[in-house]
């Protein structure tokens, strides 16, 4: 069998949680942020963090008023531009629903009705891309140009390309091989993903377009029988410190047939190191290497707030087992030659 070069990628949504507890930045994102930056400095990895830019401005806009929050946006504004400096990657995670919510002097109070970018008008879209995108570009050393939808909520694609187009986003980072939800509040539907290391679009990121404007790197994705899911749940129920998240807050709910799919049928996810979740890295990597007739991107994610030490002791194991693998960034994209992705150049100038 001939063999191909795989790099990794380690890709971490920084943010806190939305449910009815938002947890604190220390604990879900100050704190795990750096112990895992430990790990990855013994082996000379670096992180990508597609971060929750619209806290930033609201914690920016909300410090007038709150001086607490001005402290918690200049420690989160120095540990980003820190990591930056260090050759780490910094780049653009939307959760819109910040317009909405507000802080209210002891707790922030999260409005998720306009979860996705898609509830809002053409204008406030481009408004929110624009600010977002400006405000994370003032923590990071390297421009901004690589995007993660919250929630994975990015079709229809239609509806905000001209906003990401407008700001120099031309590489999207949110699809994952045969993910689905029906959850109204996060609804998307990649089964019908190109088996593609990468490939270029235009108006649909499931579509391949070779002089398509936009390049999709997606999530490596693995598939998930439902015994792991209830094993997850007792867990959690009975939960060790091992798998105790680092994060304080709660999340989001999602939809009674959400929890009923995953624990009755096989389903598909990205590959994380997320608590439980990170036991699956070695069968996830060994089912990329199966799959894969070309060069490719071991794309893995993450959230700071939902890494524990199990989280740490799998990635350390991962790491050590395939100590050959070329760890990159989104910014390392631009100077890779042609091998990984042609014309990268002149997409990016």
């Not at 963090?49 to 929050?69: R, Y």
């Amino acid at each position: 069998m001939e063999k191909y070069q795989v790099k990794l990628i380690l890709s971490l949504d920084y943010e806190l949680f939305f449910g009815d507890s938002t947890g604190s930045i220390e604990n879900c994102m100050i704190n795990p942020t750096q112990q895992l930056l430990q790990l990855l400095n013994k082996y000379n990895c670096k992180v990508s963090l597609f971060v929750d830019a619209g806290f930033l401005v609201k914690l920016k806009a909300q410090s007038f008023d709150f001086p607490v929050l001005e402290k918690q946006y200049q420690t989160i504004k120095t540990q980003l531009k820190s990591l930056s400096s260090q050759g780490h990657d910094i780049q653009l995670h939307i959760h819109p629903h910040w317009q909405d919510s507000y802080y209210n002097g002891n707790t922030w109070v999260i409005n998720t009705e306009r979860y996705r970018l898609h509830d809002f008008n053409p204008e406030e879209i481009y408004d929110i891309v624009q600010s977002y995108k400006q405000e994370l570009e003032a923590c990071s050393e390297q421009a901004v140009f690589a995007f993660r939808a919250g929630g994975w909520c990015l079709q229809p694609f239609e509806q905000i390309k001209l906003a990401l187009k407008a700001s120099g986003i031309w590489l999207d980072s949110t699809v994952f091989s045969q993910g689905h939800s029906d959850d109204p509040t996060r609804r998307f539907d990649f089964n019908t993903t190109p088996k593609q290391a990468y490939w270029y679009f235009d108006n649909d990121p499931l579509k391949q377009q070779q002089d398509g404007y936009f390049t999709e790197l997606p999530i490596s994705a693995t598939k998930t029988s439902p015994l792991f899911f209830w094993k997850l749940a007792l867990r959690k129920k009975f939960s060790s410190h091992l798998f105790s998240s680092f994060g304080d807050g709660r999340a989001m709910i999602a939809s009674r047939s959400y929890y009923i799919e995953r624990l009755t049928k096989t389903t598909y996810g990205p590959v994380m190191i997320d608590g439980s979740k990170a036991g699956q890295l070695e069968k996830a990597f060994q089912e990329h290497l199966e799959q894969a007739n070309q060069d490719s991107i071991f794309n893995i994610m993450g959230h700071p707030k939902s890494l524990s030490p199990y989280s740490l002791i799998k990635l350390e194991q991962f790491l050590q087992l395939h100590h050959e693998l070329d760890s990159i960034t989104y910014q390392d994209l631009k100077h890779l030659k042609n091998t990984f992705i042609p014309d990268l150049n002149k997409r990016c100038s």
